[in-house]
């Protein structure tokens, strides 16, 4: 304990890392402030039946990404995911596109004109979701909750939605590079907290009121719950260490032998964006239906506890797992640096011999990997046919769990690598935090 006020004192000593803590911590603020500013022209006293809707199925998953936005009616109701979407195709055009390869090789320039590209993609995403939620809002507000009714009405209300969510991305890079960690991440992060309150009070209740053995259950709730929290953390941060020898070398007349060094290849090196994409893909017949979850293939992807949905949604964890970690891992350049710096994996040839050993180390390891988050992926389907409360049940894994404790991590080893960098002792008392992105 008393190690950790001296964490917190050191923090606020560093000017820089005070600053962007505040500036953070301020930008949040005025995103959550934002969610519940509902849309000019709609009676606030009429939500009753959106809330509803807001609280089931794959609906409830896109309000609790929202921090309640889309069933408030608010002017971030669309929240990040058309920007994610969105996303989602430009890394895709990445793998398979040659212009989109070209970009991706020219550095920051090129990474500045794929976010550009995103930022456009995501209007054209916008201009279909905004009309759809506008339409889903006819389909569940009495007429009366419209002030101004009409054909421009909903012309305005698709502008406004479409403005929230650009304001968000801005809000979101504005944290990127001025504050700490990544801005879209905590977004949607700081979202998920904020559900968190209402689905335990939401349970607690329910357990509370069952006449035998309903505090007994929960407090087995609450344990398993954090068992599953800490083997999540186990599957962010976990690593196979790969030994690498250097080269002997002579400094002076002094000769030194070949130094043992290992390179912490992550099991999950893809973290938690894979569950993020398929969600995401999960959603697109929603959108096609206009939010309409009662039929076609939207009503069969709605069913959290349905047989199809976990399957697909399992298989497209798996898949863009091998996918991202073949973007974000490149064997040829390990291999490369490698062989620059005289370093070599015992046994393995330099060059090509090092980057296939590494591709398949990286292949055996992402299979477990990708089954356990898959596995994680679909825990709150277990967790409802158990008789958990709908939206309490969506912290038992799935993308909400994943999202907390990689942001989490993520923003905490940022958070100590300025500790480190001016001298002070970093958040834990032995060894450094390892985040998503490892060491």
């Not at 402030?33 to 809330?51: A, R």
């Not at 305005?156 to 801005?183: C, H, K, P, Q």
């Amino acid at each position: 304990m008393k190690h950790f006020f001296e964490t917190i004192k050191n923090i606020f000593k560093i000017e820089e890392l005070r600053k962007r803590l505040v500036y953070t911590f301020l930008l949040l603020i005025v995103y959550r402030f934002g969610s519940f500013v509902v849309i000019p022209g709609i009676d606030p006293t009429q939500l009753g039946n959106l809330g509803k809707q807001a609280s089931e199925g794959l609906l409830g998953l896109l309000d609790m990404f929202s921090g309640g936005a889309f069933g408030n009616a608010s002017i971030f109701a669309l929240g990040v995911m058309p920007y994610i979407s969105a996303s989602i195709v430009i890394q895709l055009l990445g793998v398979m596109v040659p212009y989109f390869q070209k970009m991706q090789r020219e550095g920051e320039s090129g990474r500045r004109k794929m976010n550009q590209w995103t930022r456009y993609l995501t209007i054209i995403i916008l201009l279909l979701q905004g009309p759809a939620y506008v339409t889903n809002l006819h389909a569940q507000l009495p007429a009366s909750a419209f002030l101004v009714p009409g054909f421009f009405y909903n012309i305005f209300a698709t502008i406004v939605l479409m403005a929230g969510t650009m304001f968000i991305m801005w809000l979101g890079e504005r944290i990127t590079d001025r504050g700490i960690g990544n801005g879209i991440s905590l977004i949607i992060m700081v979202g998920i907290i904020a559900r968190l309150p209402f689905a335990v009070f939401a349970e607690a209740a329910q357990k509370f009121n069952q006449t035998t053995g309903g505090a007994l259950m929960f407090i087995v709730e609450i344990v398993i719950l954090f068992i599953v929290f800490v083997l999540t953390i186990a599957l962010v941060r976990g690593t196979r260490k790969v030994p690498v020898q250097y080269a002997k070398r002579i400094v002076g007349n002094k000769q030194y032998g070949g130094v043992r060094q290992y390179i912490p290849l992550k099991i999950n090196a893809a973290g938690v964006m894979p569950i993020i994409f398929a969600q995401a893909m999960m959603m697109f017949p929603l959108l096609l239906s206009r939010f309409d979850a009662s039929r076609g293939l939207a009503a069969t992807l709605s069913d959290f506890t349905g047989f199809w949905y976990n399957f697909i949604f399992a298989l497209l964890v798996i898949a863009f797992t091998y996918f991202y970690t073949a973007v974000t891992v490149n064997p040829t350049m390990m291999a490369e640096e490698m062989k620059k710096n005289g370093g070599y994996i015992p046994g393995v040839k330099p060059g090509k011999k090092t980057a296939d050993y590494l591709d398949a180390i990286m292949s055996r390891i992402t299979l477990p990997g990708s089954i356990f988050l898959a596995l994680v992926a679909i825990l709150p389907a277990f967790a409802i046919l158990l008789g958990i409360n709908n939206q309490f049940a969506h912290f038992y894994g799935g993308t909400s769990l994943l999202i907390l404790v990689g942001v989490v991590l993520d923003t905490l080893q940022q958070i100590e690598s300025h500790l480190l960098m001016r001298h002070y002792d970093g958040l834990m008392k032995t060894g450094r935090l390892k985040g998503r992105s490892g060491m």
